[in-house]
């Protein structure tokens, strides 16, 4: 069975995959085809039902959710860290709510929790590889950044306004939740049991082999060394990228209460995960 696997061009995507795409995972029948594209195009892409495996941001999840169910593992979480607004000064929570903020997809978790950190704000898109340097020459009042940007945005000079993975964690006590994967609902129950197993192996093989998983990662870290790039795949993929456990659950289940809770997404929301 031929099984695109969508993923993010990122150090802690391709550390949790470096498993099958090294072979040292058995793919027990399944003939993977990896796919890299960025956060927000994978999302769009959800909605088609493109892929039959797929990273999403958790805020996607509700809209996709008639086509996929969530893997049981797989997730990027922050425990007080994670997506990072940044300007050239020093700003206020109340001088953010008053410029317009560039964001990296209206789709991405990190939109949502700024939104349930500021409310209504003004903003417009652009690709989260840009964000940093429109930022810096003055294109952009503030930034909200995702992935390696959160690593090294001191680099260009800038200041951070917020770290939304530390204001959840005061907010909640729970870690942030940020991507997922998921997988279509149409390959049926034995598949998608079998899937998940072999996709859990490869995380674990990339913990357990982790400097040769870390070199195969490191090509993918836009400006990380490779001291950076263990830092960085150490933040998103733990324990909890192997098995969300009670804590994880609970997080994903809160961040979706209060996305519902503010008209966030078309529907209610339909939670289940691969058994």
């Given amino acids: 069975m031929l099984i695109r696997l969508g993923h993010s061009p990122d150090p802690d995507d391709a550390f949790m995959f470096w498993g099958l795409a090294s072979g040292h ?12 594209a960025d956060i927000q195009t994978l999302n769009e892409w959800a909605l088609e039902g493109r892929l039959e495996v797929t990273a999403l941001s958790l805020h996607a999840y509700p809209h996709v959710q008639e086509h996929y169910a969530l893997l049981p593992h797989g997730a990027s979480m922050g425990s007080g860290y994670g997506p990072i607004v940044v300007a050239r000064e020093p700003m206020s929570r109340e001088q953010l709510a008053d410029v ?3 964001v990296p997809g209206k789709m991405t978790t990190a939109f949502l929790v700024l939104k349930l950190y500021l409310g209504d704000y003004a903003y417009r898109e652009a690709p989260f590889d840009r964000i940093l340097d429109q930022v810096r020459d003055g294109a952009a009042d503030a930034g909200l950044l995702i992935h390696e940007g959160q690593l090294t945005y001191e680099g260009l000079g800038l200041q951070k306004v917020v770290d939304l993975g530390e204001w959840w964690l005061l907010e909640t006590g729970l870690p942030l939740p940020l991507g997922v994967n998921a997988a279509r609902r149409d390959l049926g129950d034995d598949a998608l049991h079998e899937l998940s197993s072999v996709l859990e192996e490869s995380i674990r093989a990339g913990l357990d082999n982790r400097a040769e998983a870390l070199g195969y990662a490191s090509q993918f870290g836009r400006g990380l060394d490779a001291e950076l790039t263990d830092r960085f795949v150490g933040m998103y993929v733990n324990e909890l990228t192997c098995d969300y456990g009670d804590e994880g659950r609970s997080a994903v289940q809160e961040l979706l209460r209060r996305g519902e809770a503010i008209g966030a997404f078309p529907e209610p929301v339909r939670l289940d995960f691969v058994a």
């Fill in 25 to 36: 995972v058995d793919p027990r029948g399944f003939e993977f085809e990896h796919v890299l």
């Fill in 100 to 102: 317009r903020i560039t």
